[in-house]
């Protein structure tokens, strides 16, 4: 009698195990470009990490007059990283070039550094403007 209750329930589990086998194998596709989206956030959350990294490095250099004009632009980038964007200065003699410096990821009513380049894309000044205090 065992037995007879045993097959069927053991042809069960088998076919079940089985058809989860197939919806791994029907999704695996989709399973994997989960996997390199998490990746991917790890690389961001890192990136972002590191930017704020530098900025805070900037603003602490600034504060503390340890940023030197004449400095090349390349040295600039690799104490401090990448700007949030840089644009050409069409209306100045001197200014070639000004690169917005900020935290990563806020965007209003924080403290902002702009940093000038002149026409040897050596830092010519900058600006820091602090964040507006809050009511």
């Known amino acids: 009698?065992?037995?007879?209750?045993f097959m069927p329930i053991a042809s069960i589990v088998?076919?079940?195990?089985l058809?989860?086998?197939c919806t791994y194998i029907t999704h695996y596709g989709q399973i994997s470009l989960l996997k390199k989206f998490e990746s991917n956030q790890c690389e961001i959350d890192s990136y972002l990490k590191r930017q704020q990294e530098f900025f805070?490095?900037?603003?602490?250099?600034?504060k503390n007059n340890r940023l030197k004009k004449g400095i090349a632009k390349k040295d600039v980038l690799s104490l401090?990283?990448?700007?949030?964007?840089c644009k050409n200065v069409k209306d100045s003699l001197e200014i070639i070039e000004r690169c917005l410096y900020r935290p990563a990821v806020e965007y209003f009513n924080t403290d902002r550094i702009?940093?000038?380049f002149?026409?040897?894309r050596n830092l010519y000044s900058w600006e820091f403007i602090?964040?507006?205090l809050k009511p």
Do not use: C, R, S
């Open 80 to 85: 401090y990283g990448k700007p949030i964007f």
């Open 56 to 62: 805070y490095k900037l603003i602490g250099d600034v």
């Open 118 to 120: 002149d026409k040897d």
């Open 14 to 17: 088998l076919l079940i195990f």
């Open 114 to 116: 702009y940093l000038n």
């Open 1 to 5: 009698m065992n037995k007879i209750f």
């Open 130 to 132: 602090p964040a507006p």
């Open 19 to 21: 058809l989860g086998g």
